[in-house]
């Protein structure tokens, strides 16, 4: 069965670092997509940042610069180091895995059939 926890979640104010992990299970994660997504209250899913089965990577506008999207597939884990945090970033996060011809975090959210419990992140000004 595949699995995923998402951890690291904390309140920070604005300008300061995250570093959110993925853990999963099963021999299966170095060949999917995984993307973090992000849902604020009242606002749609979101992907932030995606990185493929070759290890390609892709952030949403918003986040590009800031963030950084990493998997270290010796120890199934999927990370997100966040930077320079601001009050907008505010939202649970959630790590999300299958196998998908496209990998970009402009995917749909509904395409992805594996997800964690998510971890909230609160950036305070």
């Known amino acids: 069965k595949v699995q995923l926890a998402e951890s690291g979640g904390a309140s920070v104010q604005a300008g300061g670092s995250l570093r959110l992990s993925c853990a999963a299970s099963?021999?299966?994660?170095?060949?999917?997509?995984m993307v973090w997504f992000r849902e604020a209250p009242g606002k749609e899913r979101e992907g932030v940042a995606a990185?493929?089965?070759?290890?390609?990577?892709s952030y949403a506008d918003s986040v590009k610069g800031r963030f950084t999207i990493s998997k270290d597939n010796a120890k199934n884990n999927l990370y997100l180091q966040m930077n320079s945090l601001k009050p907008e970033d505010t939202a649970m996060y959630y790590c999300?895995?299958?196998?998908?011809?496209?990998?970009?975090?402009?995917?749909?959210?509904?395409?992805?059939?594996?997800w964690g419990q998510g971890t909230q992140v609160t950036v305070s000004s």
């Open positions: 999300a895995a299958d196998q998908l011809a496209r990998c970009d975090e402009r995917r749909d959210w509904r395409a992805f059939g594996y």
């Open positions: 099963g021999s299966w994660y170095s060949r999917y997509c």
């Open positions: 990185i493929d089965d070759e290890g390609s990577t």
